[in-house]
């Protein structure tokens, strides 16, 4: 299955408006850094295998100048990921794009949950479920897991529902920032010896997240 | 005259068009389901205001594919009269049946208020019973209302008398306060360069009873019925009777 992923933004000579209001609210904010703000749309496209030819690029353009953009005042761009992804199986290779988003969530360890902080054992308030270490996680009772757990998809709910859906997965592994594993059907769920090896060598927490029950 | 106003999924104001049709200008109208085809009863359409499909994608993205728009570009091609209103607007933007786009006000905000508008052309179908020079107040109610079109697009349009109406203070000068949206040129609305398709951002049907503020949205439909501007089609029609 190979995988498109489509930016579409406001051609560069026009104000954009959206991006405009935004840079003054991070101005605003104190990130006087921030020097131009544009805001576009991503849009991913799963491609059947079996119609992936030589013409999949034109295919793909022709989608954009017939629907996904609109010529007369936006441009698009085409980002082709056909890397072979086996379900349940071998570590999926994430695409360039999708990686800088997984980078995000870990990187933003400064804002904390306000209410019900979780604690280490020596009373350290944890900020990143996901740069939890294993050591740390393995002495935490049911209770604490259960909670960190909960803060895990306080924080990053959005993201991790983003790369069940991206992988149409029914569960994913996660080690730090990244999805290293994940599967199309819970028969698939990695074992509880896995993932204590898994845990133990990259001494990181393994979380399993799964799709919710659709209804 | 008889009017065929086209509801797409999500069109709203289709009622008010026949309204104002019906029981305010006592001519005939039928709605339209965007998956019929057949426009051959109608002498004049319109394509109302609203959010068709949700405005998904674009306004006026996806409803630009609807089965009816082919036949709206041959009821046009006939010569017959068509009016996108708003939404309408945008969606004959997307077809490419006007030249341009609308995108995201400049304030970001969705913009209901009266506005002002400037005749710039009268010798069109669609605003032959006004004057040039005359200001319309009429309401606008949009998000994405900005007209925006290339330089060499809009001199080719001001060549040809396609803008025939634009935003402008009460007194009828055309400023940057008197501009709502961050539109270029200050332009509310555009026709076709056969003179057969009109849009236009603001809503003359919510302006057509004196009763609700403004009754200068008539001006545009009874031009629209009046069948004394020469556009293409209608000339030849006349060279005709004149020629028995």
Known sequence: ?215 | MHFGIIVFPGSNCDRDCAHVINDVMGHSCRLVWHENTDLSAFDGLILPGGFAHGDYLRTGAIARFSPVMDSVAEFAAAGKPVIGICNGFQILCEARFLPGALRRNSGQHFICRDAHLRVEHNENRFLQTTNIGDVLTMPIRHGEGGYYADEATLGEMAANKQIILRYCSADGLITPEANPNGSVGNIAGVMNREGTIFGLMPHPEAASEILLGSDDGLLIFRSMMEQITPNRALTADLNREFVL
């Open chain 1, 1 to 215: 299955m190979a995988t498109a992923e489509i930016h579409v933004t406001l051609k560069p000579t026009l104000l954009d408006a959206q991006g405009a209001t935004v840079l003054k609210a991070l101005h605003q904010l104190g990130h006087t850094q921030a020097r131009n703000a544009r805001i576009g749309k991503y849009i991913t496209i799963e491609i059947d295998d079996a119609q992936v030819g030589p013409d999949l690029a034109q295919r793909l353009d022709l989608m954009c100048r017939q629907l996904l953009a609109n010529p007369v005042i936006e441009d698009y761009e085409i980002v082709i990921d056909d890397a072979p992804v086996a379900p349940g199986t071998a570590r999926a290779t994430m695409p360039a794009v999708a990686a800088r988003v997984a980078a995000g969530p870990v990187a933003a360890t400064t804002t904390s949950l306000a209410s019900e902080e979780v604690k280490t054992l020596g009373g350290q308030p944890i900020n990143e479920p996901f740069a939890l270490d294993y050591s740390t996680y393995e002495v935490m009772t049911t209770e604490e897991r259960l909670e960190l757990r909960e803060k895990a998809f306080q924080k990053h709910g959005p993201w991790i529902m983003r790369q069940i859906q991206e992988r149409r997965a029914a569960w994913i592994l996660c080690v730090g920032n990244e999805v290293v594993e994940s599967g199309s059907t819970l028969d698939t769920y990695p074992s509880d010896e896995h993932l204590d090896s898994l845990g133990n060598a990259r001494d990181l927490v393994p979380w399993v997240f799964t799709r919710p029950p659709t209804h």
